[in-house]
């Protein structure tokens, strides 16, 4: 399974973007597709992820302000980012868990500015 991400970049406080995840390849088993991500110093962090069920979590950090939704038919995930804090500044990683083993996308780096 491959997983591409696009949709970082540089905004400002208040702003929205919306972060893209395709994945590809062996797709058969996957149940899980988030989005993580890392701050400079910080550990890895859930932000949300959705099920094939539609299920969704997210962090308590990006509730009311972030949405994960999913395209079945393009294997394909988004994470439409409102309100944008520059606390929400970041690497973000795309993933798949397939088989109970989690596969990771490149990462994409979203910047906020005040």
């Known amino acids: 399974v491959q997983l591409q991400a696009s949709g970082g970049g540089l905004v400002q406080a208040g702003d929205s973007l919306t972060l893209s995840c395709a994945a590809s390849?062996?797709?058969?088993?996957?149940?899980?597709m988030g989005w993580y991500r890392q701050a400079p110093g910080k550990e890895r962090d859930l932000v949300a992820d959705?099920?094939?069920?539609?299920?969704?979590n997210y962090a308590n950090s990006v509730k009311g302000r972030f949405t994960i939704s999913r395209a079945n038919a393009k294997n394909t995930v988004y994470l439409q980012m409102n309100s944008l804090k520059p606390e929400d500044t970041a690497v973000y990683y795309c993933a798949a868990r397939r088989w109970g083993h989690y596969i990771w996308g490149q990462g994409t780096q979203v910047t906020v500015s005040s």
């Open positions: 390849g062996s797709i058969f088993g996957i149940s899980i």
């Open positions: 959705i099920t094939t069920g539609d299920t969704t």
